[in-house]
C-alpha cells in the first residue's frame, strides 16, 4: 500500500516570499508523484508530475518539485508568491487498486499569502 | 479548464434518500474515475470504470455504484445516504489506464446529506 503525508496543514507567508509545501510519501514499489492546486469551489488542476528522470520537475505557475527517493520526498516549491497562489495544495502519489490506477492524495496545504 | 464537467454543482438531500451525479469527460477519455472529498481532507478513490466495464474500487460499500456511457459521460449513485456521505464529489477522466496518465478533474458536486 502506498501513503502520502503532508507535514503542513496550513501555511502563511507574505507576498513575494519564497515558499516549500512539504510532502513524503511511503511505497514499496516504483511511485509517481504528483501536485494538484484546489481553489475555492473548484476542482483539481494538475501542477506538476514526476514519472521518472530529472528529479527536478518544472510545472505551471512557476512552481517547481524535487523528488529525492533516499527522503522519500516530493517538496513543492515557488521563489515568489503572488496573492492569486493562495488554494489548497495536494500531493498524490498513483497506485493501484486491482487493475485501475488511482491517485492517493495527503489531506492537503493550506497556501495563503498575506498582502 | 479541464473539459470535464459535472452536474448538478450542489445537492442536498436527506439521510436513507438515493442519488445520481453526472459526470462527462474529455472526449476520447475511455476511462473516469470517482473521488469523495470530505471536508478537510484529500479526495478519496472510489471506484474506476474503463469502456463502460468497473476497473477497480476503493474502500467503499456495494451502496455506491457507478455507470459509463459510449458518449464519454457516466454517473455515480448513491443508495440509502447517511450523513456521513455529504462531501464533494469528484470525477476525473483520464485518456487510458496507465500508471502515469494524467487525471484531469471536474469541479465537482457538492452533496449535503441532512
Known amino acids: 500500500a502506498q501513503s502520502v503525508t503532508q507535514l503542513d496543514s496550513q501555511v502563511p507567508v507574505f507576498e513575494e516570499a519564497p515558499v516549500e509545501l512539504r510532502c513524503n510519501y511511503s511505497?514499496?514499489?516504483?511511485?509517481?508523484l504528483f501536485w494538484y492546486v484546489q481553489y475555492p469551489n473548484q476542482g483539481l488542476q494538475l501542477l506538476l508530475k514526476y514519472l521518472s528522470g530529472s528529479t527536478l520537475v518544472k510545472g505551471i505557475n512557476g512552481f517547481e518539485a524535487e523528488f529525492n527517493k533516499s527522503q522519500t520526498s516530493f517538496h513543492l516549491r515557488k521563489p515568489s508568491v503572488h496573492i492569486s497562489d493562495t488554494a489548497e495544495y495536494f500531493c498524490a502519489v498513483s497506485s493501484s487498486s486491482g487493475s485501475a490506477r488511482q491517485l492517493t492524495f495527503g489531506s492537503g496545504t493550506q497556501l495563503t499569502v498575506l498582502p | 479548464e479541464t473539459g470535464v464537467t459535472q452536474s448538478p454543482t450542489h445537492l442536498i438531500k436527506t439521510r436513507g434518500q438515493q442519488v445520481t451525479l453526472r459526470c462527462s469527460s474529455q472526449s476520447g477519455h475511455n476511462t473516469v474515475s470517482w473521488y469523495q472529498q470530505a471536508l478537510g481532507q484529500g479526495p478519496q478513490f472510489i471506484f474506476q470504470y474503463y469502456r463502460e466495464e468497473e476497473n477497480g474500487r476503493g474502500n467503499f460499500p456495494p451502496r455506491f455504484s457507478g455507470l459509463q456511457f459510449p458518449n464519454y459521460s457516466s454517473e455515480l449513485n448513491v443508495n440509502a445516504l447517511e450523513l456521513d456521505d455529504s462531501a464533494l464529489y469528484l470525477c476525473a477522466s483520464t485518456l487510458g489506464t496507465g500508471i502515469t496518465d494524467t487525471q484531469y478533474f471536474g469541479p465537482g458536486t457538492r452533496l449535503t446529506v441532512l
Open positions: 511505497s514499496s514499489v516504483s511511485v509517481y
